[in-house]
């Protein structure tokens, strides 16, 4: 993803080839809400008026660098990821040794195959918090960002959570599939502060 165009990429994700799909749809999305968040600390620092909140700018938009590198990463492991479950599927099952290793083979492709999104939902959960971080001291000229952000890392958070769910639903070890569900539902709490930084800014333009 580091080095592909937008429109390349749009064009395999348009075509027949089952990767990249929703999970790097997903990673996506959280890039532009950290790359935004960036953009309205970018605009806000070294401006007089809001020079109380230059520290908290500068911190906000390193953390966004580096959530947007981080997303990037995760598009492309989200590929990995899906071709391994499907590289397993496709293993002999002709005798019951087969069948063994082809179960034991899915089932740890699947694990790999929750935790991208997984971290996908982590690093849009971290972004939400970004959001919530630079409302207040925002450039106010930039303010419809701030939301525009949080809104692309909550469309995150729900399609990083299908792409866990579909594969949490295959998965036999329940242990694992109890401690991931867990571990999702802790990121999807931040739905709610992704809601109320859009509602905040709404209120403050006079939507």
């Known amino acids: 993803m580091a080095n592909e165009t937008l429109d390349g990429f749009l064009e395999a994700l348009a075509s027949a080839a089952p990767a990249p799909g929703g999970g790097a749809a997903a ?6 809400g950290a790359s935004l968040v960036s953009m309205v600390a970018n605009l806000t620092i070294g ?13 906000a938009r390193d953390q966004a660098t580096g959530l947007r590198l981080d997303a990037l990463r995760l598009a492309d492991a989200d590929a990995v990821a899906f071709t391994a479950v499907t590289d397993a599927y496709r ?11 082809r179960t034991a083979a899915i089932q740890q492709a699947l694990i790999g195959a929750a935790d991208v999104p997984l971290r996908t939902a982590a690093a849009a959960a971290e972004v939400v918090g970004l959001c919530q971080l ?3 001291g925002a450039n106010v000229n930039v303010l419809s960002d701030v939301a525009v952000a949080a809104a692309s890392a909550r469309a995150a958070l729900d399609s990083a959570a ?8 295959s998965m036999t070890d329940a242990a694992t599939r109890d ?3 867990a571990e999702l539902d802790k990121y999807l709490s931040s739905l709610a502060g992704a809601d109320s930084v859009v509602r905040a800014v709404g209120e403050r333009i006079g939507s």
């Open 179 to 181: 401690a991931t569900a």
């Open 134 to 136: 630079i409302l207040d």
């Open 27 to 32: 990673a996506l999305q959280v890039a532009i």
């Open 47 to 59: 401006k007089p008026r809001y020079a109380e909140h230059e520290t908290t700018m500068i911190s």
């Open 162 to 169: 299908i792409n866990v769910r579909i594969n949490l639903a």
């Open 91 to 101: 293993l002999p099952k002709d005798t019951p040794e087969d069948k063994a290793a």
